[in-house]
Every structure is written in structure tokens, then in C-alpha cells.
């Protein structure tokens, strides 16, 4: 059971809750010494970034702290909270949360290839937004709808995230290895309105403060040139 499947109506429970939650956000990531390193392109990205705007969908644990993670990233235009690798019957909150959908909580993230490209966001992804090592679960949240997974919108996309991962593994860059699924993207839905920018809405939520913010901290100082405001 999640530490986070607190009911929407408790968003007014005051900050003594943060004591509650025992797991520090900032020991569950299992980052190399250089979070920049091995990010030299081997894969011909041109055809992605000649378009002019470019969707991608990322899953990686609660879609709150990820959603965060790239609406800071300089080049990205708009990022929505939603549910992928399922139906539409089942592609809502309190159902995905029983984790017997197929669902995973996911972002679709869209952005101009010509300010960040496709390589960058996967960066900041695997460095940043979660941990690439934990398999079916994120933290304290665990089930299969806290996976971690990148779904591909075309062979482009599957090419390069392939690509990266194999570079992580084979540069040992976390001390496990990589459990990151690829799966093609069939469909996206949104989730529910109060999912969307939750950090900005609630940023004194306990699980945000524990969990989240430190993302958010952790961006802005080893990525300070793609960060924004």
C-alpha cells in the first residue's frame, strides 16, 4: 500500500504529518558520481528533432514529482498527468491504484526538439525524475502502476531510449541494473483534473514535501542551464 493514497480530502493536513513518512527521498536515488556522463549521442536523432513540437510518455512512479520534474525543464511546453499500457475503462485514479490495471501512472511531455532534445529529457528522466532500478514500485509506492517504463511513440524514439539504457548499463552507471520497460504507446488518457500540477497547487502536501521537492532541488542545482522557474 502507497504512503501517498491519502484521500483528496486530506490535502489540509498540516505539515507535523511529514513525520509519518520514514523513507527520504533523497537516499532513494542510486545516481553515478557524474549524472552528465556517457550522454554522447550514438543514435541519429534528426528526424525527431526536425519536427517543431514532440510528445513523449514516461512512467516512473507517482506522476505528481515527475510531472514537476519536466514542467521545470527549459523547451518543454506543457506536461499532463495520465495513465498508459491500459484501457480507457480502467484509466482511473482509484482503479490504477488497486494494481490490477495495466495501467501505469505516466506523463506525456511536450516539447521543442530545436531547446531540448529527446536524449536530454531521457537524462533527466533516469537521473531525476525517478529511479530506473526499482522494479514495480517507486519509494513507498509499490505495484506494477509505479513502474518504470518509456512509452514510445515511434521507432525513433525506441531506438534512442534503447540506446541510453544499454550506456547506462554498460557504464554501470547505478548500482543496479536498469529495470526500465519499453513499451509502444497506444494510448494516453489524462487524469483526473486535481492530478494536474498538484506540486504547484499543494506544495506543502507531506508526501510532495518529502518526495517531490527534492527533485525539484535536485534539478535545479545539477542541471541549473536546463532549469526554469
Not at 21 to 26: G, M, T, V, Y
Not at 37 to 55: E, G, M, R, W
Request: charged fraction near 15%; aromatic fraction near 10%.
Amino acid at each position: 500500500m502507497s504512503q501517498r493514497n491519502i484521500s483528496i480530502l486530506g490535502l489540509a493536513i498540516g505539515s507535523l504529518a511529514i513525520a509519518a513518512f520514514s523513507l527520504n527521498a533523497l537516499t532513494v536515488k542510486a545516481i553515478s558520481t557524474d549524472p552528465k556522463a556517457n550522454l554522447t549521442s550514438t543514435t541519429d536523432v534528426s528526424n525527431i528533432n526536425d519536427k517543431k513540437l514532440v510528445t513523449a510518455v514516461f512512467a516512473g512512479g507517482c506522476f505528481w514529482g515527475v510531472e514537476a520534474v519536466f514542467e521545470h525543464l527549459k523547451g518543454v511546453s506543457n506536461v499532463v498527468s495520465g495513465y498508459s499500457g491500459g484501457t480507457a475503462k480502467t484509466a482511473h485514479y482509484e482503479t490504477v491504484s488497486t494494481g490490477m490495471t495495466d495501467h501505469a501512472e505516466s506523463v506525456r511531455v511536450t516539447f521543442d526538439p530545436s531547446q531540448i532534445s529527446y536524449e536530454q529529457l531521457l537524462q533527466i528522466y533516469f537521473y531525476v525524475a525517478h529511479d530506473p532500478t526499482q522494479l514495480n514500485r517507486q519509494g513507498p509506492d509499490r505495484g506494477t502502476q509505479y513502474r518504470s517504463a518509456i512509452f514510445f511513440a515511434n521507432d525513433e524514439q525506441k531506438q534512442i531510449a534503447s540506446a541510453y539504457i544499454d550506456r547506462l548499463n554498460k557504464s554501470q552507471s547505478f548500482v543496479k541494473p536498469v529495470v526500465t520497460q519499453l513499451v509502444s504507446l497506444q494510448n494516453f488518457y489524462p487524469a483526473e483534473d486535481y492530478h494536474q500540477d498538484f506540486i504547484t497547487h499543494n506544495p506543502d502536501y507531506p508526501y510532495v514535501v518529502v518526495h517531490d521537492l527534492p527533485k525539484l532541488a535536485q534539478l535545479q542545482k545539477q542541471f541549473p542551464e536546463m532549469y526554469k522557474k
